[in-house]
């Protein structure tokens, strides 16, 4: 089996795109994800004793174990939601793409190196 690197995929829900999109925005310039992949959905739940049907936007955060107590941080005070979701778990990514992601959430803010490019381009969200 070929090395792999140790990721964290993170779920939360927006209410609409451009929250979405903005919370996208300020957790990339930040650099505590690599990458945000929305998926429009319908949810049904029970909030203070209601049943609920919205439409929303959930967010498929990447980043690293390192960044996830930083990551959880900024959700949490930047989200729309006065309880935002957060469910996490740990992965492992193919060697392109996660040293890819890791090169992309680094501290020092510098761009990958091009050999930590995948090589076939844009990696895949």
């Known amino acids: 089996m070929t090395e792999t690197t140790s990721l964290v995929l993170v779920l939360t829900t927006e209410g609409d795109q451009g929250r979405a999109e903005a919370l996208a925005e300020a957790l990339l310039e930040r650099r505590l994800v690599a990458c945000v992949s929305f998926q429009l959905q319908?949810?049904?739940y029970r909030w203070k004793g209601r049943m609920?049907?919205?439409s929303e936007v959930q967010l498929l955060l990447k980043t690293t174990p390192c960044?996830?107590?930083?990551?959880?941080?900024?959700?949490?005070?930047?989200?729309?939601?006065e309880t935002?979701?957060?469910?996490?778990?740990?992965?492992?990514?193919a060697p392109a793409y996660g040293q890819w992601a890791v090169a992309e959430i680094s501290?020092?803010?510098?761009?990958?190196?091009?050999?930590?490019?995948?090589?076939?381009g844009l990696p895949a969200g």
């Open 52 to 54: 609920e049907r919205e």
């Open 107 to 120: 501290s020092d803010g510098s761009p990958p190196a091009a050999a930590e490019k995948p090589e076939s």
């Open 84 to 93: 935002p979701e957060w469910l996490s778990w740990p992965v492992e990514a």
């Open 67 to 81: 960044c996830l107590d930083a990551l959880h941080q900024a959700v949490m005070e930047l989200h729309s939601y």
């Open 42 to 44: 319908r949810s049904v």
